[in-house]
Nanobody, 117 residues
Framework: QVQLVESGGGLVQAGGSLRLSCAASGSIFSINAMGWYRQAPGKQRELVADITRGGSTRYADSVKGRFTISRDNAKNTVYLQMNSLKPEDTAVYYC???????????WGQGTLVTVSS
């Protein structure tokens, strides 16, 4: 079983930056893809970005050029650097892990990101 622990959320003004971290532990040998999803109030959970063990990445169009996902395989940790934040980025951000990109099997507990205007 895989466990994911997120950190780094908080309150930031529009235009600011935050960095989220997610550390994986447990039976991680089978995990290839890790990523970040977010869910705003009243909306469905959506992909923000994900990354495979080999470094292939995908981004939502709404965050391209502003967010960067990276991964430290030695530390089993994935990061999300968020720059030029906008109020519409406000959401609970969830770390995910799975065998393949786009099919998360395990979720973290979520971390709240609030961007004030």
């Amino acid at each position: 079983q895989v466990q994911l622990v997120e950190s780094g959320g908080g309150l930031v003004q529009a235009g600011g930056s935050l960095r989220l971290s997610c550390a994986a532990s447990g039976s991680i040998f089978s995990i290839n893809a890790m990523g970040w999803y977010r869910q705003a109030p009243g909306k469905q959970r959506e992909l923000v970005a994900d990354i495979t063990r080999g470094g292939s990445t995908r981004y939502a169009d709404s965050v391209k050029g502003r967010f960067t996902i990276s991964r430290d395989n030695a530390k089993n940790t994935v990061y999300l650097q968020m720059n030029s934040l906008k109020p519409e980025d406000t959401a609970v951000y969830y770390c995910s892990a799975g065998y393949t990109s786009g099919r998360p099997l395990v979720w973290g507990q979520g971390t709240l990101v609030t961007v004030s205007s």
